[in-house]
């Protein structure tokens, strides 16, 4: 050694973590919990703004609204491809909505699949 005197880390580290957990609790909504405030804010980025359809790039589709479970109206397109094809169920994941989604829709119909796309709850046209 070279004499100079190791110290310790001065914090513990869940020392550090103790203001990341006060900052979350005053965060939270009235009723609120930890995980839908992260589940709201962290995971889950919808747009309601459908900014193109599939007739924007020359696609034939069909709009289609359904009910889920409890009532909620859910909206979504049906692509039609190649009769004697498969029919695709697309989920587009958790940010955006349908609209984002119209370029994979081109190359799906292209290679012949119907698709049938629709948005969850909050995003696009969906409840």
Not at 1 to 15: C, D, H, K, Y
Not at 64 to 78: E, I, N, Q, R, S
């Amino acid at each position: 050694m070279t004499g100079v005197e190791r110290r310790p880390f001065p914090l513990r580290p869940a020392a550090c973590l103790l203001p990341l957990f006060v900052a979350l609790v005053l965060l939270l909504p009235p009723g609120g919990s930890a995980e839908a405030m992260m589940e709201s804010h962290f995971l889950y980025f919808p747009d309601p703004h459908l900014h193109m359809t599939p007739g924007n790039v020359g696609l034939s589709y069909e709009d289609a609204v359904f009910p889920a479970a409890d009532g909620t109206m859910l909206h979504g397109w049906y692509i039609p491809g190649e009769e004697t094809a498969a029919t695709v169920l697309f989920f587009h994941g958790n940010a955006g909505n349908i609209a984002h989604r119209v370029d994979n829709l081109v190359q799906l119909n292209r290679v012949g699949l119907s698709v049938f796309i629709f948005d969850y709850r909050g995003y696009g046209r969906s409840q």
